[in-house]
Every structure is written in structure tokens, then in C-alpha cells.
């Protein structure tokens, strides 16, 4: 399992990221013009498994997720808070979100973000479906994101 250091480091590592001109994905990292989407820690699918194993996954990912956004917080201060159902409600009218937003908010439910250097930082976790591995992201974005 990869630590909290490890993955300060990639967050570092895709803040100084050039963005691509176009949309690809290399390794445990989506990017495309404007945005990166990597995924921190990835959990076990849980197709055969109980809610016991669930619950507990879920908390080390919270565990893991609060560690970071204290780290974060200390560099960046306080972060905000991005309740995402409204952006998944917005692309699913067929309007437009920006990304990563629009990556995120079809597995991810809520975001703590900061705003540094330029470009915007975010944390989550998602699940595509109870089924689905749990998923620790980080996203970085050029543009403002609200």
C-alpha cells in the first residue's frame, strides 16, 4: 500500500505537469487539456464481498483522505468543499461542466479543493457502483472550479 508521502508526491509531481493538448491516459493518471485525474489508491472490487469489508475499506480511504487534506491544508489552508451531485445533474441536462469536474462527478460525490499556483488541487473518493473498487483521486485543474 502506498504511503501518505507517496502520494503528496504525485500531487506534487502533477501540479508541475504540462496538460496535453489531447485527452489520454498513462498509467493511473487520465489527463487531457486543462486537467490531470490520477488515481491515489484503488481498493479490491466488491462483488463477492460483505458490508463488513465495505465499511471497513471505506474508513481506511477516509483515514487516508483526512491525512491528506491535513497536510494539504497546512500548505494551502483551509480547503473548500465541492458537493459534486449538482455538477452530474448539470451534465446529465447536457450542459457543459469543466474539467476534471466533468471526470469526477459521475463516481465522486464530494471534493475538497484548493486553489495554488494557478491551478486548482482536488481530493475524493468515488465508487462507480457498490460493485466497483473504491477510488482515492487527485485532480488538478487549470481553471477556477466551482
Known amino acids: 500500500m ?11 509531481l502533477l501540479r508541475a505537469r504540462d496538460f496535453p493538448d489531447r485527452p489520454g491516459v498513462a498509467g493511473a493518471v487520465a489527463s487531457g487539456p486543462g486537467f490531470h485525474v490520477a488515481d491515489l489508491l484503488v481498493s479490491e472490487d466488491f462483488w463477492d464481498a460483505d458490508l463488513e469489508r465495505l465499511i471497513e475499506v471505506e474508513e481506511e480511504f477516509e483515514a487516508e483522505l483526512e491525512a491528506l487534506v491535513q497536510v494539504l491544508s497546512l500548505r494551502w489552508g483551509e480547503p473548500e468543499v465541492l458537493d459534486l451531485v449538482d455538477h452530474l445533474e448539470r451534465q446529465a441536462m ?30 475524493g473518493i468515488g465508487q462507480g457502483d457498490r460493485e466497483l473498487p473504491l477510488q482515492l483521486v487527485a485532480a488538478i485543474g487549470e481553471k477556477t472550479v466551482r
Open 94 to 123: 447536457g450542459e457543459p461542466v469543466p474539467e476534471p469536474l466533468a471526470s469526477l462527478c459521475g463516481y465522486v460525490g464530494r471534493v475538497y479543493g484548493w486553489r495554488t499556483g494557478g491551478r486548482w488541487i482536488g481530493l
Open 2 to 12: 502506498t504511503s501518505t508521502a507517496d502520494h503528496l508526491a504525485t500531487i506534487d
